[in-house]
């Protein structure tokens, strides 16, 4: 049984589809990242799963059970950490969790939850209104553990971490999928997905654009490479040429270099050849392959690198 599965699922608002015919299967175990730029419609889906908001089409199974029909079951089984969460300013992070083992009518101990989100010892009995943003992003993540949910839903769990907050997070991250939970992590930012997530699906616009592990994902896309050969002659009709060629897309010549862009990792060697069948001799052979960001990039139609986009929010603590 699939941990979430969704069949045309689509939200309107107005003239705004958010989402657009979604289909996505997740498995039981897998960490899936959920990625695309602000807007894509992220927020949306996630809404749709847990029934806060309903779907105009389609529809959706989360742990086997309906989003609309069975909604309450799947809140039992199910810990969310929403974007925006509110903590309470004048409650301890042991509060938090108690109130937050109420809610689900789980047991357990609540200093082993916050053990795990590294708020363990004094921080527990500290208010949450004296956490940085970093351990109150802890503590809600802490209250999503309670009940040991079979599935984790986040949403932007990142945003205004800092790099070590980001490192912590994603290591909470990676021990509770080893303890089998299966994790969905939306994300605007590919950095902070591509190092933890089995799989990736790319949103852009409401559509799910592309999904597959990075490998698949560059398969995809074509997964462009850029071969810049030294010669020691460009013979200009070569790079007439050598578009010709299967899965070679361009070709330049420039200070005694050729540059060659191939859509398929095959053409690299069949214009090697090409060009020292023409009788030109190779002197050197640098191969680039199209970095994650610009496939990322190319897939949202962004020309910046979510990076870049988000760089001034991403060094706030
Ligand atoms: N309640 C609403 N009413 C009208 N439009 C909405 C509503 N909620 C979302 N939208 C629109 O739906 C689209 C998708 O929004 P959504 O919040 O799902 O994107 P997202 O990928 O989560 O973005 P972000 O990363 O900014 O949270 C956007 O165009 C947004 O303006």
Redesign the pocket.
Known sequence: MPAIETNSLSKR?GD?V?VDDLSLQIDDGEVFGFL?P???????TINMLLDFARPTGGSATVLGYDTQDESQKIRKRVGVLP?GFDLYERLSGRKHIEFAQRAKGANGDPEEYLERVGLGGDPADRNAGDYSKGMKQRLAFGMALVGEPDLLIMD?PSSGLDPTGIREMQEIVRAEAERGTTVFFSS?ILDHVEEICDRIGV?NEGELVAVGTLDELHAQIGGDAHLELSVDDVPEQTVDTLPDIAGVSGAAARNGMLDVTCTESAAKARAINHVEDAGTTVLDIQVEDQDIDDLFAELTGNGSTPEEEDAPEEVVA
């Open positions: 608002f705004v958010a695309g602000n807007g894509a419609g992220k927020s949306t974007e932007e605007h949103m």
